[in-house]
């Protein structure tokens, strides 16, 4: 009886950790580290993007790629730890990128804001389910929900820098440290949509 228990109970373990079903999870362990490498290379983009859109006299901007780099840090964070609980280590990451003219650097990060969101997560997301690895579903949507509205964020200051009129963009951002989820100072919320983290713990830019 004794040795029941302790079967049952190492097993609720292992399961609240890992999350996944056995066997482990191959294909969302390979897309958790593409993705960690992904976020963690944007989020360094990002920063470089930053202190360019800074040096053209575009603090608004400068305020959107700070904001969108820490909510990449995190979701880079997020997949580690599910590769953490899966027993795995994630890959050294040397970012590589060209920081060009403000507007460029804009397009670039559309582009690549649509690919995740359209296409890398969606997949990602997909395997995760059918190998049924819960805590991998929940940082791909987390990251792949935050990259919808990053998208948004980014055409819509391209449209306004080729209007001339950057005083229409929003100056303050949130960024909630939990899941990334970004936010404007005109549509924060008193309490994250994706993971209800309270208004009071998000990071401001």
């Not at 449209?159 to 989820?181: Q, R, W």
Request: neutral net charge; glycine residues 6%.
């Amino acid at each position: 009886m004794r040795k029941l228990i302790l079967l049952l109970f190492v097993g609720a373990i292992a399961g609240f950790f890992g999350g996944c079903s056995s066997p482990k999870p191959v294909k969302t362990i390979e897309n958790l580290k593409a993705a960690f490498k992904g976020e963690s290379t944007a989020s360094a983009k990002y920063a470089a993007y930053a202190t360019k859109a800074r040096e053209e006299g575009s603090e608004a901007v400068a305020k959107l790629f700070e904001a969108a780099s820490k909510a990449e840090s995190i979701h880079a964070a997020n997949h580690a730890k599910v590769l953490e609980t899966l027993g795995e280590k994630t890959d050294v990451v040397t970012p590589v990128f060209e920081v060009k003219t403000t507007k460029e650097n804009l397009m670039d990060a559309i582009n690549g804001e649509s690919y995740e969101m359209t296409t890398m997560y969606p997949g990602f997301i997909a395997t995760a389910k059918e190998e049924k690895c819960k805590e991998a579903v929940t940082s791909f949507t987390w990251a792949m929900d935050t990259e919808k509205k990053h998208h948004s964020y980014y055409q819509n200051t391209l449209t306004t820098l080729d209007a001339g009129d950057l005083s229409k963009l929003p100056i303050e951002f949130y960024v909630c440290p939990k899941c990334g989820n970004t936010y404007d100072a005109g549509t924060v919320k008193p309490e994250c949509d994706f993971c209800q983290t309270k208004q009071d713990k998000f990071i401001k830019f």
